[in-house]
């Protein structure tokens, strides 16, 4: 773990309310992007990033340092999204596309675009949690495999295997749009 981590941890188990803050403002865009793409709900991600900082917060001493800082609050993240999907889900409550209209000159261009990737956005969606998550945390945070198995406390075969279906799927669903191009 960083040195800088574990100064941050050490200010955090001894009250200090600025460490806090530190932490906040170094996780909460990191974290507000993770729940937003796997919610596609600013309001939701929103609650869920405020709620994994909560639990991070009383969870601080149970944190036995054995991965990254940040490791432990995006699993805290990921935890929260894929019990709000479940809980969704079992609603029967549908994710919306998201809206990506944009005022511009080449309004067919844009159309087209839009559709793309409305398309994406509803098959990422559609994906089984477990490969959402790991598609997310492997695309658009970067992550190694071995990191995303931290995260999503399953075994690094399992994080890859996870990945490939993702993938595979999503080539299928968007073979149409591949092809148009």
Not at 91 to 114: C, F, K, T, V
């Amino acid at each position: 773990m960083k040195e800088a981590d574990l100064a941050l941890i050490a200010r955090l188990r001894q009250g200090d309310q600025s460490a806090f803050d530190t932490l906040v403002r170094q996780h909460q865009k990191a974290l507000f992007r993770l729940a937003y793409r796997m919610t596609r709900n600013a309001d939701d991600a929103k609650d869920i990033s405020q709620e994994a900082f909560l639990r991070a917060y009383r969870g601080l001493e149970a944190f036995d340092g054995r991965s990254s800082l940040s490791t432990w609050l995006y699993r805290i993240t990921v935890n929260l999204c894929l019990s709000h999907l479940k809980q969704h889900r079992a609603a029967g409550e549908g994710a919306m596309p998201e809206n990506y209209a944009d005022p511009s000159a080449r309004p067919l261009e844009d159309l087209q675009e839009r559709e793309r990737l409305r398309a994406l956005s509803e098959a990422v969606a559609a994906l089984p949690p477990q490969q959402q998550a790991t598609l997310l945390l492997r695309v658009h945070h970067g992550l190694p495999y071995r990191e995303i198995a931290e995260i999503m406390e399953s075994p690094e075969g399992t994080v890859r295997v996870n990945y490939f279906h993702a993938v595979a799927k999503l080539r299928t669903q968007l073979k149409d749009l591949r092809d148009d191009v």
